[in-house]
């Protein structure tokens, strides 16, 4: 080790990487490799013409302020825009609590900066979403799992979790959960678990940070737009801190998420971002003030649950035809991204080198677990593939999971394929 | 205090903004308020029209990716063509070893957060960027002045700050240094200072972290591009990490700065990078590639060295006009920035009071201090006013620094005002 890696410090010493983020490195240049391993949006979704027009008119010089460094809080008509958006969610809140953010990622970051010493306790849902437990881990935050039910978090193991933790004579700083199309389950909270959450917040006196940048991409078929409803909506007393993006539904270069809290926390987080980046993108920002005044993000949110209904389809039911008998997974009610359970004693981390040799990939489930459970699980996004590119990938999947099982072709071929 | 404010971090509960941020919101909103604050670029010299044309190229649809997420290392083919650029520079490099940043700001970040842990000591010059010491602070750094002289920073002091700091058992991490034209004093290091930088770096086994956001930006009647050499263009054993910013150049929107560090130092950043905000905007990347391959940076540097050499000489002759007598400054041979010190006893803080009333803002010179001196100080920032609103800025500053050091307006007015 030369001197200067010695000087690393603790925590960059212990840097690791994100396993979707080298998944996504692994399949760049690989034109026939099939990635259902980051979550990526379909960019035929994107609304090309509309941002062409809109960047038309921005680039004017009309506004100096365009292409000039921003407020570190974010741009305030977009900002403005927001308001009244959120509170058709049901969230009522102030301009002065919202913060614009580099991704909902940054927000992230932010959050557990602002709040997590080393040491203490952050609560996620097992499993949950990689780069949150990258940046707890960042901050040196040590991570404990509740286990998921089918309507999402397990009050009782909450409870338990957290008396142990307590008992310990540790400080548990807050819940990360992402309750609408979790990440990487699919799964939904109940509402009920919804309103109890904010019950256990209040008693036990711990924050909730709710991610939330798939609730807009629910799948009409099997979900109403009142399940969604976020936890934030029924928070009186500053409880939750809210996280949504545009990122999953405009486009992810735009790098415009938002963060809602009382006034305190964002004035925090205002600096915190300060020293992080000073500003967001004043074009982005402006790109994405456009987008919602004229009218595109709502004329997109019906385009997209479709699309993604439909990829969903696309994705389980070939799944259904070549591995119903090697593989367990629920349909996701909206978001990304589809949750397979393989049979135990199957590491899915091992299986991706047949996988990538067969010019597929996914993503191993152990890394979104804090309990290092997980092995046999992994994730695939169905979001950015085509219909007939997710039906090619799902066949050469198939015969790289049942080589691995040990198990022969299905017996019966889906009409079709 | 909340139980939710009791639950801040250790650093979340320190958190203070920075000056300069905080002088831009005053000046938000004002239109006859004259600005000397914040280091914004004019943006009448932005390439509006070419940046319309390339934004209109790029959003055609061609490729998907321009709207998808990248790379967290960044967009492949700006970094490819960032290289020659620093090898022009003298600076040899490989792709490998260059990261790309939402600005210069997440680089500080990035590279406090790989090696500082709480306590760690940080070396700064006196005065420095109060951005770097923003993010410096966040770590749990402690920072530690070295005195400037004319050519830079004080050897002699920066040899006896270390061996007191390694004397009290601190370990220290980096040395922060702005060679070319320093924010906040207008500065610029020596050469035969910068080669015995790097001496001292190979003897003390300690980092440089050379942040170069000002270097194209040499005013051609007092500064030879030679004069500008990074000290990174010396350095044969990885012992200098080189921050590169468009923010100054291009634009502030486009988020677009890029780190030089060994492969395993650029490795981890990268890990870093994916906590704190994934990857930067695609589309901005894009942009400034284009901007780079179209010549249109290059068409632009010799535009930006007359232009803001024009305002330094207005600003630089305003002041001689009106505050000889009561203000020593050295007009800078580069950048941003004229920096005024006036007489002791008189705190440019209290001052601004004065200022805002009088309809003109600057940034006062004690957050640029990690020492607690600096009271007697301010930053002029000639950069982003006309040459009409520098002359009439600085005429509502002479009045309000001579009312405040009792001095009546001075004997001789100038020509032509």
């Known amino acids: 080790m030369t001197w200067q890696e010695a000087s690393f410090s603790r925590m960059g010493a212990q840097l690791t990487g994100s396993a979707i983020r080298q998944m996504g490195i692994l399949a760049a240049g690989r034109p026939d490799l099939i990635s259902f391993a980051p979550g990526y949006p379909d960019p035929s979704t994107f609304a090309w013409q509309a941002y062409r027009d809109i960047a038309d008119d921005l680039l004017r010089g009309g506004h100096e302020d365009t292409l000039q460094y921003g407020q570190t809080r974010g741009y305030a008509p977009l900002i403005e825009a927001v308001v009244p958006r959120l509170r058709a969610q049901g969230i009522t809140c102030t301009s002065d609590e919202v913060l614009l953010t580099t991704g909902s990622q940054q927000a992230v970051d932010l959050v557990t900066r602002l709040f997590v010493d080393p040491g203490d306790v952050v609560l996620v849902e097992l499993p949950t979403f990689t780069g949150a437990i990258a940046a707890f881990r960042s901050s040196g935050a040590r991570l404990v799992g509740v286990r998921q039910e089918a309507d999402g978090l397990d009050l009782a193991h909450l409870d338990a979790v957290l008396a142990a933790e307590r008992a310990a004579g540790r400080r548990v700083k807050f819940l990360y959960v992402i309750p609408n199309f979790q990440n990487p389950t699919g799964g939904i909270l109940s509402l009920a678990k919804r309103r109890a959450l904010l019950d256990w917040s209040a008693r036990e006196q711990v924050l909730i ?94 385009l997209l649950r479709e699309t993604y209904a439909r990829k969903r389809d696309v994705m389980s039911r070939a799944l259904s035809a070549q591995c119903a008998d090697v593989a367990h997974w629920t349909p996701p009610r909206g978001g990304f991204f589809l949750w397979v359970v393989l049979p135990e004693g199957i590491d899915t981390r091992a299986l991706l080198r047949a996988a990538i040799e067969a010019q597929v990939i996914y993503v191993a489930g152990a890394p979104f677990y804090v309990d290092g459970t997980g092995a046999n699980a992994l994730r695939l996004a169905f979001s950015a593939a085509s219909a007939s590119r997710i039906e090619e990938g799902i066949g050469r999947l198939a015969g790289v999971v049942r080589a691995a099982v040990g198990a022969s072709a299905p017996s019966v071929p889906q009409a079709g394929r």
Chains 1, 2 share one sequence.
């Open 209 to 302: 940070v709710e991610d939330d940048p798939y609730g807009d991409l629910w799948f009409p078929d099997v979900t109403r737009l009142d399940e969604t409803r976020p936890i934030k909506a029924d928070d009186a007393d500053g409880r939750v801190i809210y996280l949504q993006s545009t990122s999953k539904t405009l486009a992810p270069t735009f790098r415009t998420a938002w963060v809602v809290a009382p006034t305190a926390v964002i004035a925090r987080l205002d600096v915190a971002k300060q020293s992080a980046d000073l500003c967001s993108s004043s074009l982005d920002q402006r790109i994405v003030h456009q987008a919602i005044v004229r009218g595109v993000l709502d004329r997109q949110l019906p």
